[in-house]
């Protein structure tokens, strides 16, 4: 989990259950935003919308975020509200293989131009697979970072 | 000081679909047109400006309360003092959003 900027404290709940808590209104709040989903459900559904994906309450010095299952207290002054309300999800796949094919490059290209292992080959040709791999590790590495999804 | 607000808003936020003002009840456009049936709009403002301060009474940590906001499928909804913003909610920045419409709302 990455480290939000002016987190105060989370709320872990499932229903009316609180289930971790490091904060004393822990029960409270779990209260409170029940009721509030309860409401804003009803009036979604009114207004033709499907999903509730989540609210938060701005308050002068503290603010209440609202997302699946979890409520995060957060300095007003300080949240990063972008990075509280959504993030970029990482296809870990995509990620691990660029990384792999960058490192692979680098030592490809580290072997041919620093050794004389591949001095059978004129110097060109040397650079051709590593630049090649490079391309293909940065494409993968941009394509991981694609998708926004909602953290509420 | 619509003017103003127009400019700020407008130019340079990404993703923002309609900029009202809470005026006796109703909703009034300041800017853009809202996709939203205004009428049924409000009983959903009513419920997020009561939210806030509900929520500020019960969580004492909270302070005075500033505004709500809600995410219903991909439009968002933020109420500020008597001003409602509908966003397209992956498209804004949120951290400005909240930024300008509390500096708005300060000034005006």
């Not at chain 1, 009114?46 to 603010?63: A, D, T």
């Not at chain 1, 979890?70 to 870990?92: I, P, S």
Request: neutral net charge.
């Amino acid at each position: 989990m990455v480290r939000l900027r002016g987190l105060v404290g989370r709320v872990k709940f499932q229903g009316l259950k609180v289930i971790s808590s490091d904060l004393q209104e822990g029960e409270e709040i779990v209260k409170f935003i029940n009721q509030e989903i309860e409401e804003l459900q009803d009036a979604a559904r009114e207004l033709g919308f499907g999903k509730l994906n989540g609210f938060s309450i701005f308050g002068e010095e503290r603010s209440l975020s609202v997302m699946k299952g979890e409520a995060l207290l957060v300095d007003t002054d300080r949240a990063d509200w972008q990075q509280l309300f959504g993030h970029f999800t990482y296809w870990k796949g995509y990620c691990v293989l660029g990384v792999i094919l960058i490192f692979l490059a680098s030592i490809l290209s580290y072997i041919a131009f620093f050794t004389g292992l591949l001095d059978y080959f004129a110097p060109e040709p040397r650079a051709y697979l590593p630049a090649l791999l490079y391309l293909i590790g940065a494409g993968l590495l941009t394509v991981a970072k694609s998708r926004w999804a909602y953290r509420l | 000081m619509i003017f103003i607000l127009r400019e700020i808003l407008d130019l340079s936020l990404h993703g923002l679909i309609c900029l009202m003002r809470i005026q006796g009840g109703k909703l009034v456009e300041v800017s853009g047109s809202s996709p939203v049936d205004k009428g049924k709009l409000v009983r959903l403002v009513e419920i997020l400006e009561n939210g806030s301060a509900r929520g500020s009474e019960r969580i004492r940590s909270l302070g005075r309360p500033v505004g709500m906001s809600v995410i219903l499928d991909d439009l968002g909804v933020l109420v500020i003092g008597d001003y409602v913003a509908l966003v397209h909610a992956r498209e804004v920045n949120w951290s400005e959003l909240v930024k300008q419409m509390r500096r708005v709302v300060v000034n005006g």
